[in-house]
T-cell receptor, first 109, second 109 residues
Framework: NAGVTQTPKFRILKIGQSMTLQCTQDMNHNYMYWYRQDPGMGLKLIYYSVGAGITDKGEVPNGYNVSRSTTEDFPLRLELAAPSQTSVYFC????????FGSGTRLTVV | GQSLEQPSEVTAVEGAIVQINCTYQTSGFYGLSWYQQHDGGAPTFLSYNALDGLEETGRFSSFLSRSDSYGYLLLQELQMKDSASYFCAVRDEGQNFVFGPGTRLSVLP
């Protein structure tokens, strides 16, 4: 099993650009999560999903969108990138407790 | 609201024992998890307590008291490689995993 796979690992965006962070898991987990982590801080939940077709907002959803068309995939969409979205983004899946992907380091300039 | 509290920093010497505390206040409680994160890396799972008491995994142990909304991670025989940030996380009634702010452990020679 590859576990939780995130792509890309690094990305630089200009203000106002859009992008999709990809997340795939091969463990047939129902629960999937997107977190962001700012330097020196904890992880904040952006969105989560309890199964295909079901998504819900976490603590910091503004500026992001998600979809869950399959059990395996849970992409995170940034529509109009802003400097405040510069962060490291982690995708995770579970049953309890979550397994994390390696992260995507995003810089918005 | 949801909140978890941890000390921001802890320092200890090689071979010593250190305890990292976590208190939580969440809507519903379905278990306390601990994660380790090295600089630049992803969080990796250490332990999980769903019931009161002590769980031991090698040099690491974790304790939970649900009546006190309190838990701790105990690290024994500290090694330099244990220098990292440690996060507690609570699974709440919304199936979210809410993370604490993290404790940075520095192990000195």
């Amino acid at each position: 099993n590859a576990g939780v796979t995130q792509t890309p690992k690094f990305r630089i965006l200009k203000i106002g650009q859009s992008m999709t962070l990809q997340c795939t898991q091969d463990m047939n987990h129902n629960y999937m999560y997107w977190y962001r982590q700012d330097p020196g801080m904890g992880l904040k939940l952006i969105y989560y999903s309890v199964g295909a077709g079901i998504t819900d907002k976490g603590e910091v959803p503004n500026g992001y969108n998600v979809s869950r068309s399959t059990t395996e995939d849970f992409p995170l969409r940034l529509e109009l990138a802003a400097p405040s979205q510069t962060s490291v983004y982690f995708c995770a899946s579970s049953p309890v407790p979550p397994d994390f992907g390696s992260g995507t380091r995003l810089t918005v300039v | 609201g949801q909140s978890l509290e941890q000390p921001s920093e802890v320092t200890a010497v090689e071979g010593a024992i250190v305890q990292i505390n976590c208190t939580y206040q969440t809507s519903g409680f379905y278990g306390l998890s601990w994660y380790q994160q090295h600089d630049g890396g992803a969080p990796t799972f250490l332990s999980y307590n769903a019931l009161d008491g002590l769980e031991e995994t090698g040099r690491f142990s974790s304790f939970l008291s649900r009546s006190d909304s309190y838990g701790y991670l105990l690290l024994q025989e500290l090694q330099m490689k244990d220098s990292a940030s440690y996060f507690c996380a609570v699974r709440d009634e919304g199936q979210n995993f809410v993370f604490g702010p993290g404790t940075r452990l520095s192990v000195l020679p």
